[in-house]
């Protein structure tokens, strides 16, 4: 059996023994040994990777496995990895063991929570590692739907509307999706579904391309909060609980992004070319109004949701740019997001906990009450505005550079707008910094409260390291993505 | 004659043999035997089932009166284990005081409808199939009414009763067109004969035969009395009729349309497209508003005949087996949650949707049921709705109808709404306070019929040699 099932299998056998848990101690004891295996796993797959790279295999999907599971249909269980997959199932298996530790004390129904959470992940893994267009899509719906019951029940706020609201337009957008998927099937006149295959040997006619390329990339788009279709992820997100913010923020969101890039564009690079204006547009304004609705909301995790617009549109809008440097950019992006986001709503979740307010207007003088948190937020802003040194930097570096390099006016009109992000970015995380961490202490009670415990400190830590290490040694990480976007930008130059 | 030619009929006559020990047992039984007419029914259906889940051979009986071909044997197989699963369910619900007396005339019944319904999967021939339709819809409205002191159910039952006579009547107006076109009533007869005699005298033929099945299937707009049926019914006979009638029927209607109006399906795929997008539009509209879940698995049923219908329009031997596959998903789906509402009826009279606040709190596992019986309804992987819903989109796709599946697809997410409503209640909102639904274990006939459903639920989609081998099986022709 190929080890990358393994992504998926492990899970599996987490709900398993989650299952027949009978006390908390069993249920941390079964998370922590399967996130832990998780992400060895994506650290082996790293480093064999880069092996089979460094001794000179050049196929397009390395580690591929395929098994016949549809006949009739031709459907596939296929799996395979690039650069940019590795690259996010490294970023999952990170998060996926800080939440199960961001979520040590969660309460009630612990089981049931993590039973879901593992469900969710499984839905994740599986889809970054599928190759047929089928599979994908079927762990793209596995990893939704847990988020209704996961925000429903353990989530806070107007939860019950959040929750709906998000399964019902997600859900929207894999109906376009299903679409998609189904109109590439009968019309690349391969009857595949193998996205490999359907690249280099599919030939979707043009007028269909106009109607396909539409419906897979909003499809995709949805989940990746492109506006108008973003209104799903501020509710979303600020009801939902900790561990699943930031699986959401972190690895869901990237889903949508990951999926624009390796079947939108992948298989249709005559109708992106053609039809990428119009959603540049969109996700240009995705940015610019993300970070302005960011600055003037008051609830912490408010803040951070719309941050999140903004920068996942940074990541389409890199995508869009259809340039090799764009789009490593882009990739760096999802994960530098990825990881300082699920930065955030940890230490979110871990200072609502104890304030029980998240209203920046309610707190303040937090440096002196909790210092450990206080500093770990400084970091998590820093990153998201950028200063070198940190993800953020490189990853939005990439991006401008790579958008620039487009000569015509359109598109660097556009990215200067949306470089005003950055500023817009600095005011809101400083504002925040400012105010809740540096200002008066506004409820003297708060005075009693204590900083971390291990748990917390151990899920924070795990992500500042990963944050620094990109931002710190850039190199191997814009090479592994480089490669993985190669294949596309080759076809797309042949497009062209 | 022929004698021999009734062995072809294995499957009708085994379901005879099951009828008549029933009967024999309910009439000349003793009070102790009589106890366990119940379990005997299952034992002796089971076994029915068994003797014939290998597909019969293509062939025909009696001059082409009676066809038998491997997919419509399938089909029998497909509505023996729905049957089966119901038998199962209604076993504690034959012995209280209201229905105990008239347990024998239950089991009849039911058993004729069925006869009915494989008359008419099976037939070549409209005599046949009209008394299929007959033998099908008659005992239902006296099974309907099954429980005499219940004023909802009779009301049900002469609802049901007249629009079952008027749809006959359309359905047999329109057979006397067809036979005034085409001068012959055998199927393969008429596909020849209308080939070459076009009139618009067939568009109508094919509006009545599309009417009369539609009120069969509740198609919008035949749907009006599907609600109060379902609700008036007793809740065992209401799954019965959405699952075993709705499946039989689905197939039937296809049969007709492929063997007798195959040759020129762009008249009726434009009446179906309409057909469809109003049934799947408003029945989920209208389910998004009931409170009562009886009344709320009819307007869903409603709606899941408009997927149904889908595989139809395809009009292909992909559509075909990707209808057949809907059809045993959807049994196992609707079953698990008529089954959960059925216990929980039996146990505390309630059906309404709040009356679910909070169950998962006292019935964790009825609920968790449930939750699967409602995902899989929506089509959520990797529950096997989302697989028997993506082959009957593939197959709609397939020949071209791009529109209708995003109209389809787009209403999916209505349909998940309200379904959605249902988990909700039972999982997240606090139960009510003092009429909470008491923790009870419901009886073995129904554990071990929601254990089927379940497995069903989980399986049917992973385990791909189904669809397979319903492929093989489809290629050999109808």
Avoid at chain 2, 88 to 107: A, C, H, M, N
Avoid at chain 2, 135 to 161: F, Q, R, V
Avoid at chain 2, 266 to 275: C, E, H
């Amino acid at each position: 059996m190929n080890f990358l099932s393994l992504f998926v299998l492990i899970p599996l056998l987490m709900m398993l023994g989650l299952w027949m848990s009978r006390d908390m101690k069993q249920i941390r004891t079964v998370a922590v040994i399967g996130s832990t295996l998780l992400l060895a796993l994506s650290v082996y797959t790293l480093v064999e990777f880069l092996a089979e790279r460094a001794a000179g295999n050049t196929a397009t999907m390395l580690f591929t496995d395929s098994r016949m599971w549809y006949e009739p249909l031709n459907i596939h269980y296929a799996v395979g990895v690039d650069g940019v997959s590795v690259a996010m199932l490294l970023l999952s298996s990170i998060i996926v063991f800080a939440g199960v530790f961001a979520s040590w004390k969660i309460d009630p129904l612990p089981k049931e929570f993590f039973l879901w959470f593992m469900l969710l992940s499984t839905g994740v893994f599986g889809f970054f590692i599928s190759v047929d267009l089928f599979t994908m899509f079927m762990f793209y719906e596995v990893a939704l739907i847990p988020m209704y019951l996961l925000i429903g029940v353990w989530g806070s706020g107007k939860k019950t509307y959040s929750a709906m609201k998000l399964t019902l337009m997600l859900m929207g957008g894999s109906a376009l999706l299903m679409i998609g998927i189904l109109g590439i099937y009968y019309q690349s006149g391969l009857h595949s579904m193998n996205v490999v295959e359907i690249a280099e040997n599919g030939h979707i006619p043009m007028n269909w391309q106009y109607f396909l390329f539409p419906m897979t990339f909003v499809g995709f788009g949805v989940l990746g909060a492109m506006f108008p279709f973003h209104t799903w992820s501020p509710d979303g997100h600020a009801s939902a609980p900790t561990a699943v913010s930031m699986l959401h923020a972190g690895v869901l969101m990237k889903l949508g992004g990951y999926g624009c890039f390796r079947v939108a564009i992948y298989l249709m690079p005559q109708a992106a070319t053609e039809l990428a204006w119009i959603f540049l547009i969109l996700t240009g304004i995705s940015v610019v109004y993300g970070a302005f609705s960011a600055c003037v909301q008051t609830d912490l995790k408010y803040i951070n949701a719309y941050s999140s617009v903004s920068h996942c549109g940074l990541v389409l809008f890199a995508i869009l740019m259809l340039n090799t440097t764009a789009m490593t950019g882009a990739v760096m992006q999802m994960l530098s997001h990825g990881l300082m986001t699920a930065l955030f709503f940890a230490l979110i979740g871990m200072i609502y906990g104890r304030t029980h307010t998240r209203d920046i207007r309610e707190m303040g003088g937090l440096m002196q009450i909790m210092p450990f948190l206080s500093v770990c937020y400084v970091i998590a802003g820093l990153a998201s505005l950028g200063l070198p040194g940190l993800s953020g930097f490189v990853a939005e570096m990439t991006i401008f550079v790579g958008s620039f390099e487009h000569a015509d006016i359109f598109r660097r009109v556009l990215t200067i707008v949306a470089c005003t992000s950055i500023v817009i970015t600095a005011v809101y995380i400083l504002r925040v910094v400012g105010k809740l961490l540096f200002g008066a202490v506004q409820n003297e009670h708060h005075r009693e409260l204590t900083d971390a415990e291990w748990w917390e400190r151990l899920s924070t830590i795990t992500l500042i390291v990963c944050v620094a290490a990109i931002g710190c040694f850039p190199h191997w990480i814009s090479d592994l993505i480089r490669e993985g976007v190669e294949p596309i930008t080759n076809l797309l130059s042949q497009a062209l | 004659m022929d004698y021999s030619q009734f062995l072809v009929m294995r499957g009708e006559i085994s379901l005879l043999v099951v009828f008549l020990l029933i009967f024999l047992i309910d009439t000349f039984g003793g009070q102790k035997s009589l106890k366990g007419l119940s379990v005997a029914a299952c034992v002796l259906f089971g076994l029915h089932t068994i003797w014939n889940i290998i597909p019969a051979e293509s062939a025909s009986a009696f001059g082409g009166m009676y066809q038998i071909s491997p997919i419509a044997s399938l089909v029998k197989t497909v509505l023996n284990i729905g049957t089966l699963i119901v038998l199962l369910q209604s076993i504690s619900w034959v012995d209280t005081p209201d229905v105990k007396l008239r347990r024998g005339e239950f089991y009849e019944l039911l058993l004729v409808t069925l006869f009915g319904m494989y008359l008419m999967v099976s037939s070549g021939h409209f005599l046949l199939f009209f008394i299929g339709l007959e033998t099908a819809s008659l005992p239902m409205a006296a099974l309907i009414a099954i429980n005499k002191k219940d004023t909802e159910s009779y009301e049900a039952g002469a609802k049901y009763l007249f629009t079952a006579v008027f749809s006959s009547a359309l359905f047999l107006l329109g057979l006397s067109f067809l036979y005034g076109v085409s001068g012959t009533l055998y199927f393969d007869d008429i596909a020849v004969n209308i080939a070459t005699n076009h009139t618009p005298l067939l568009i109508a033929t094919i509006a009545f035969v599309l009417a009369g099945m539609g009120f069969k299937l509740s198609l919008v707009p035949f749907h009006l009395w599907t609600a109060d049926v379902y609700q008036g019914a007793p809740t065992q006979v209401t799954s019965y009729l959405s699952v075993i009638s709705k499946g039989s029927a689905a197939f039937a209607l296809m049969l007709i349309l492929y063997k007798v109006f195959s040759l020129d399906p762009v008249v009726w795929q434009g009446i179906m497209w309409a057909l469809i997008v109003l049934t799947i539009t408003l029945g989920n509209l209208f389910a998004i508003r009931q409170k009562n879940l009886k009344r709320f698995l009819a307007f869903s049923s409603i709606s899941q005949a408009g997927y149904i219908m889908l595989g139809i329009i395809a009009g292909s031997a992909q559509g075909m087996t990707a209808l057949v596959y809907y059809v045993l998903v959807y049994i196992f789906s609707n079953l698990a949650a008529f089954g959960v509402i059925s216990s929980i009826e039996h146990h505390s009279g309630k059906v309404g949707m709040d009356d679910y606040n909070g169950l998962y709190k006292t019935n964790p596992k009825l609920s968790v049921v449930m939750m699967l019986a409602m995902f899989s309804l929506a089509g959520i992987p990797p529950f096997a709705g989302f697989f028997s819903k993506f082959f009957i989109f593939a197959s709609a796709i397939h020949s071209g109808f791009y529109i209708l599946v995003l109209i389809a697809l787009l209403n999916t997410i209505i349909s998940l709404y309200y379904y959605l409503l249902v988990v909700k209640a039972m999982f997240i909102n606090n139960e009510n306070e003092g009429c909470a639904i008491a923790s009870f274990r419901s009886d073995n006939g129904s554990r071990v019929s929601l254990i089927v459903c379940v497995a069903g639920i989980l399986l049917l989609g992973i385990a791909s040699c189904v669809y397979g081998y319903f492929t093989d099986l489809s290629l050999l022709g109808i």
